[in-house]
């Protein structure tokens, strides 16, 4: 089984920063993507940021600039960055890995999510 826990949410001002935190533990044999998605009330999950095993990042355009996603492979933990925050950044994150697990004598890729964390950011 594998977990994601998050880290991190909180309330800040406008223009305040915040980072988040997400740690993968459990029968992990390795990670490719790991990112962030949000939902903000009344809206669908939107991607937020993304990043690769080998460093490679895409970011939605509402937050290039302002977000930076980065991960620490050797204890798999993928981090967010949030800088010059908005109201309208207001959601709970969501940390998202797509991680390959031994099954039996197989492997197998799975998506796994965290519970998300609250960010509120007021005007």
């Known amino acids: 089984q594998v977990r994601l826990v998050e880290s991190g949410g909180g309330l800040v001002q406008a223009g305040g920063s915040l980072r988040l935190s997400c740690e993968a533990s459990?029968?992990?044999?390795?990670?490719?993507?790991m990112g962030w998605y949000r939902q903000a009330p009344g809206k669908q999950r939107e991607l937020v940021a993304a990043i690769t095993s080998g460093g490679s990042a895409n970011y939605a355009d509402s937050v290039k600039g302002r977000f930076t996603i980065s991960r620490n492979n050797a204890r798999n933990i993928v981090y967010l960055q949030m800088n010059s925050l908005k109201p309208e950044d207001t959601a709970v994150y969501y940390c998202n890995a797509g991680v390959l697990i031994r099954d039996s004598l197989k492997f197998r890729s799975i998506d796994v999510w965290g519970q998300g964390t609250l960010v509120t950011v007021s005007a």
């Open positions: 459990g029968s992990i044999f390795s990670i490719n993507v």
